[in-house]
């Protein structure tokens, strides 16, 4: 059963605090994606990572920065994370085909 | 650059009614095109594709015919249930394998 998980669903964090949001996925996929969606923006793509150790910017990189040392996970990471970082955070891995297959969302919120 | 747009950022009907949401796009060639869904508290998936002039591609009752001419994809869909309320983008993949979202659509089916 192919699948992106992540961990955690839910999280909470103080203005300052550092923020690990992480991916896993199951297909043995090369691309994966973090993106975040705000009410009225659509998906706003962060960074994509097109294997390991290999990784761009995105449309809205700035605040945030990604690891992947395996193919198999993806983190995202907010050092020192602000308010206007509250959203819901998507990952996704890019299958044969071209199909994205999307996990269920972790919300941040930041106060 | 390349991009999807989606005119329409809500859609209400009621149960049964006929439904359009409107995708045009702009890229060079012959980029694929997609739908994806995304239900409440999920993450978007596929509903289906198309890659060529005319291609239809259908999925749950849904379905959309590329056209190359007009540069649309739009969703159509002849009676909507209840079951169907959720968010609707529409995507492409163009030449240098880019993946670009249109702003989404949310459908809201009144009982």
């Known amino acids: 059963d192919m699948k992106v998980t992540q961990m955690p669903r839910y999280l909470i964090k103080r203005m300052g605090e550092n923020v690990l949001l992480e991916c896993g996925q199951d297909?043995?996929?090369?691309?994966m994606y973090w993106y975040r969606q705000d009410p009225g923006l659509g998906l706003q793509l962060i960074y994509i990572?097109?294997?390991?150790?290999?990784?761009s910017e995105g449309d809205i990189p700035k605040g945030y920065r990604v690891s992947r040392k395996k193919r198999e996970h993806f983190s995202l990471i907010l050092d020192s994370a602000k308010t206007n970082q509250t959203s819901v955070y998507f990952c996704?891995?890019?299958?044969?085909?071209?199909?994205?297959?999307f996990g269920k969302g972790t919300r941040l919120t930041v106060v | 650059g390349d991009s999807v747009t989606q005119t329409e950022g809500q859609v209400a009907l009621s149960e049964e009614d006929f439904l359009t949401i409107h995708c045009n796009y702009s890229?060079?060639?012959?980029?694929?095109l997609f739908w994806y869904v995304q239900y409440p508290g999920e993450g978007p998936q596929l509903l289906f594709r198309a890659s060529r002039d005319k291609e239809k591609g259908s999925s749950r009752g849904f379905e959309a015919t590329y056209d190359k001419g007009t540069t649309s994809f739009h969703l159509r869909k002849a009676s909507v249930q209840e079951s169907d309320s959720a968010v609707y983008y529409c995507?492409?993949?163009?030449?240098?394998?880019?993946?670009?979202w249109g702003s989404g659509t949310k459908l809201i089916i009144k009982p």
């Open positions: 995507a492409l993949i163009d030449s240098n394998y880019q993946l670009i």
């Open positions: 996704a891995s890019e299958g044969a085909g071209t199909e994205v297959f």
């Open positions: 990572s097109y294997d390991v150790d290999s990784n």
């Open positions: 890229a060079s060639g012959y980029p694929t």
């Open positions: 297909m043995s996929h090369e691309t």
